[in-house]
């Protein structure tokens, strides 16, 4: 191959490179944009589980006289834990937008760069480029899995206390929250493993659900 023909090349290779970049930066600010969406949507839910928890803090309070600090020191671990992963995630999605932009820009500076070594560099770089990004994105959706699951779980478990209206009891709201950090430790691990569609979230969680609370009173 003459020197003009290996020019061609490192040329075309450099289109390329840069078609892929700009494909790559679309999807990259898709995805953030999804994220976002999707993180929306869980705060979102989580307005509907703080309405729930003070309905049945007022149904407790009536029927067995439970105070408010004991009832939110009782259920307080449970929502340090979800405020944790929601800041996991919202870190990662920061880092992903972070190292991927990173990564878009040192990819045009070898594009554009005089060197014809960086033609190596360049293939490199694609390849470390797609393999990481699929990576990210799987940890951030899991993580956002993970924030969707823990909501459901609480969701079912005070709707069934709320079903009772003021004839819940505090041996009930105990019962419910030993199910939950039971699902939150080796529970969930499983079930996370199994999700691959957030519509699949509900009904899983709702068969767990049945399963933990059937033990807890036996």
């Known amino acids: 191959m003459n020197s003009l023909e290996k020019l061609n090349d490192v040329e075309q290779l450099r289109v390329l490179a840069a078609s892929i ?6 999807r990259v600010d898709t995805v953030c944009s999804l994220m976002i969406q999707a993180g929306n949507l869980l ?4 307005s509907e589980l703080d309405d729930m928890m003070n309905r049945l ?3 407790l309070t009536n029927s067995q006289s439970l105070r408010r600090k004991d009832f939110d020191f009782m259920i307080r671990d449970i929502l340090d834990h979800h405020r944790k992963i929601e800041n996991e995630a919202i870190l990662s999605l920061s880092h992903f ?4 932009q990173g990564m878009i820009l040192s990819l045009r500076d070898l594009i554009t760069a005089e060197s014809h070594d960086s033609t190596h560099d360049i293939e490199a770089l694609l390849d470390d480029m797609l393999t990481r990004q699929k990576k ?3 940890d951030i959706v899991r993580t ?7 909501q459901e779980e609480l969701k079912t478990g005070l709707k069934k206390l709320l079903e009772k209206g003021e004839a819940v009891r505090i041996k009930d709201y105990k019962a419910m929250l030993k199910a939950i950090r039971t699902q939150q430790g080796e529970g969930n691990r499983n079930l996370f493993n199994l999700l691959d569609d957030f519509d699949l979230v509900r009904n899983r969680v709702n068969d767990q659900w049945q399963k933990i609370v059937s033990i807890n009173y036996q």
């Open 21 to 26: 970049v700009d494909s790559y930066e679309i």
């Open 43 to 46: 705060h979102s839910f989580q």
């Open 57 to 59: 803090r007022i149904n």
């Open 97 to 100: 937008q972070e190292e991927e």
């Open 136 to 138: 990210r994105e799987n």
């Open 144 to 150: 956002l899995k993970q924030i969707q699951v823990e």
